[in-house]
């Protein structure tokens, strides 16, 4: 029979895109606000792997990920990806912009094993969560790095974004470590 047990906290992970600097300074400075303090962050890229979110942001995109401080809790998820929806719909809001979606704001949760995604969309390798969100198993840690699904977005197979994960996965074990040895 087995066990039941509660798992460890995770690593909050936040993707942000978008054509303008701005968007994406007013996006960091809320998400702050909101999970507390960055860690770490990627370098910015160009997110032209998909032209699937031109006729709503535009063209141009530029993409990025923010690491935060805090871990969470493993089944915080569906209430972060709500948080980022009320975020993104804040900044369109503001008509600051001519796109109706300015910027765009996806969560995730890094375990040492996987890296998760939120979505509103669903697709047969999606579990639903709840109050309308799902996740998505996006990357798996196998034989020392974060390999791709047959899913898993072309912008997240990039080996520099890979990398990206494999060094926010270190600084996760490093907390896990620290959480442990209290």
């Known amino acids: 029979m087995g066990q039941v047990r509660l798992p460890p906290p995770v690593l909050l992970v936040v993707a942000l895109f978008s054509r303008y600097m701005q968007g994406l300074e007013w ?13 770490y962050a990627s370098f910015l890229f ?7 979110y031109e006729p709503a942001m535009g ?24 948080i980022t929806i009320k975020l ?21 949760i890094l375990t040492l094993g996987k890296f998760m995604l939120a979505t509103t969309k669903d697709q047969s390798h999606r579990i639903y969560l709840r109050d309308g969100i799902l996740a998505e198993a996006t990357l798996r840690f196998q034989a020392g790095e974060f390999q791709p699904w047959p899913w898993t977005y072309a912008d997240y ?22 959480l442990t040895a209290r």
């Not at 160009?46 to 699937?52: A, I």
């Not at 719909?89 to 765009?104: D, I, T």
């Open 27 to 39: 996006s960091i400075e809320r998400l702050e606000k909101a999970f507390g303090a960055i860690i």
């Open 46 to 52: 160009d997110f032209s792997q998909t032209r699937y």
């Open 59 to 82: 063209p141009g995109l530029k993409k990025m990920f923010v690491v935060f401080d805090e871990l969470v809790a493993l089944d915080c998820l569906a209430d972060v990806k709500h």
């Open 88 to 108: 993104e719909a804040e900044l369109a809001g503001c008509h600051a912009f001519p796109e109706v979606r300015p910027v765009n704001l996806d969560p995730g």
């Open 157 to 178: 197979r990039q080996p520099l974004v890979r990398g990206f994960f494999r060094e926010a996965r270190d600084i996760y074990r490093k907390k896990l470590k620290l």
